[in-house]
């Protein structure tokens, strides 16, 4: 039997399983549906929990039913083999956990301030049943918005940020928000993300595309007076601007670095970093508004600086775009990563066409990823997730039956560590009319090990474990042990597992094992042997 191993762990992520030999624009749409699923590729989505648009998706739910949707929710991604979440759990100096800084979110339980009754920890709840179901858990933070309507602040209760240091927020038309230009601020929002840092086990923190507020006519951003006094060495307040953000994302990374190196930080921009019109270094575009100029983010910069892993530009334009045509702006950025992740961010709410004519066609999005895997980007990440769920023009259908029939795992960050875990050993399979289970042990040095992943193969197969369509779990639990209930039939059935690191890096497979299975026995016989063979008669170990 043929054992193939390759060596692609000590380099980042440069390419896919498929080879695409046609141009982009000669590839006709009904064949993107053959495509072949890399086997490494971000796939995220966003779920955003600010005016209760995708969790929960009522203030009103019960600490049950939130519970309950959440699962449904995660349940329904993992159908489509998606492998990380982006969940917003500070939409506007609130937090959907318990904060030493911030009060509880009412988008959570209805009240700014209230708890969930009874309590639970709702933070705590979404990671540990988002690693059940193998995928990550990346917290969404909103850095500096503070209300979206400012008649609100009579609600808030005297405890709250905006009534002890009232100096620190400005008014921005109907909106209130954190003055970035105060360094007092930057340390505080620095501060309330390392906290969860520190205190959960989260994969990644995840900011969003508002810095400075989106530019509104005819109203001005008050900040004369932050500049007079912080501005002196700059000519123009733009660039000082600027600055005042790249500090910001600067220290935050600073700052979880030495929090917990492991940590993935990225943030999802506003697309256009520059038109070619305004800087040589910028994109064959037109739009009227620019992530550097209007938003005052210096979004390549950061990826230059090595300040994030990751950038996700919300390129929410489609390919017949006149302005910013979805391939022009994609295949710039793939120009200007600096060695660090890109994932696209896709407007899977488009396809509702409310919005925009030309996303009438659920083939714009599968267009979309199809170019990506082209250009060997490192994976996508669709908002959002009520839109996914919801199944839109029959997009998440698509994703099932086509874009992604294999599993995915995430692709690995190997400036943070490009070592990769020792494989399992001692794999041993037990057979039982309802399926055959996998028990194993980890390396006595085991290096910051997250998860395994469980390939499965035929008798006469051979053992590749860089083909995807083998890989039946990625399985992110604490218990070495796995029950395999998709099977096929009767037959020998060969087994291979790897270990995966907090960097994604994969280790070396196990020694195949075999097993013959057969449609006999019972769960109650078959656990009784396993478990005197393994010494572990334990509720835990029970299906």
Known sequence: MIYKQTKMRNSIFKGTLLTITVFFGLFPLQMVAQIKSPKREMRGVWIASVMNLDFPSSNKLSVQAQQQEFIRILDEHAKSKLNAVFVQIRPQTDAFYFSPYEHWSEWLTGKHGTMPQPYYDPLAFMITETHARGMEFHAWFNPFRVLTDTTKAKNLPDTHITKKQPTWFMDYGK??????????????????????????????????????PY?????????????????????????????????????????????????????????????????????????GLTAYDHLFADTRLWLSKGWIDYIAPQNYFSHQSDKVPYKTLTEWWAKNTFGRHLYIGHAVYKLSGKEDSKWTDKGEIKQQLQLNRQLNLQGSIFYSSKSLTTNLLGFQDSLRNSLNRHYALLPPMTWKDNVPPPPPTQVEAFCAKEGILLYWKSSQNVKDVVGYVIYRFGKDEVIDIENPSHIIAVH?????????????????????????????????????????????????????????????????VTP
């Open 476 to 540: 992110r639990q604490e218990k070495t042990v796995f029950i395999d209930q998709n099977l096929q039939g009767n037959g020998e059935y060969v087994y291979v597992i790897t270990a995966l690191d907090r960097a994604n890096n994969e280790s070396l497979g196990s020694t195949p094992t075999k097993i013959q299975y057969k449609d006999s026995g019972s769960w109650a016989d078959f656990l009784q042997t396993f478990a005197q063979w393994a010494n572990l008669w334990d509720k835990s």
């Open 175 to 212: 909106a209130k928000l954190f003055n970035p230009a105060l360094p007092e601020v930057r340390s505080y929002i620095t501060e309330v993300i390392a906290d969860v840092a520190r205190r959960y086990e989260i994969d990644g923190v995840h900011l969003d595309d508002y810095f400075y």
């Open 215 to 287: 530019p509104t006519e005819n109203i001005e951003i008050k900040d004369e007076k932050q500049f007079l006094q912080y501005g002196k060495t700059f000519s123009n307040k733009a660039d000082w601007r600027r600055e005042n953000i790249n500090q910001f994302v600067a220290q935050l990374s600073q700052t979880l670095k030495q929090t917990k190196p492991y940590l993935k930080f990225g943030i999802s921009p506003f697309p256009v970093w520059r038109n070619q019109a305004q800087d040589a270094n910028g994109s064959a575009t037109t739009g």
